[in-house]
């Protein structure tokens, strides 16, 4: 009959939010912290870079704003600090939802998808080795497009093979 409609989601992302970070360029050693978001932060900063100096440390960001059922992305430029030496990375938005990277000779741009934590700490973490980082983002993934083809009414093709003549209601 008449009046029908259908729509068609196509899933494209419709960009990103707002930084979410206080300092992307890690060079503002304040705006950072240590273990579990509290207390000086454990790496070192020093020429627009945060590096390590043992296995096992963080930085963090602590307060980050989150919102159920969103996802998040994080864009963490890294290297290993020492070429040759394994470095893994570990990126944290709270205690469980993290992804680990493991870490060439040169930057990298090392992105993560990471869904709403359970705390709002943003934490890097070398679990492997000395790291470099010098640059961090996490934003949050947008909603999708709807609506983007409707269809209406019923079909105007009177013939099967894709012909346009004899154009007739049917």
Known sequence: HRGQQSYILDGANTGLGDELLADTDIDNSSSWNGTGGS?????????????????????????????TGTTYKSVVRAKRATNGVNAVMSIYHGANSSTTHTLTDEYVDYTSYLPKGDTAVFYIYNSTGNIKVTSASLKAINDKHNATTVFYGDEMWDLADNSVANWTAV
Do not use: C, H, L, V
């Open 39 to 67: 207390g000086a932060a454990e790496f070192t900063f020093s020429n627009g870079e945060a590096y390590s100096t043992d296995s096992a440390q963080w930085i963090t960001q602590p307060s980050i704003i989150q919102t």
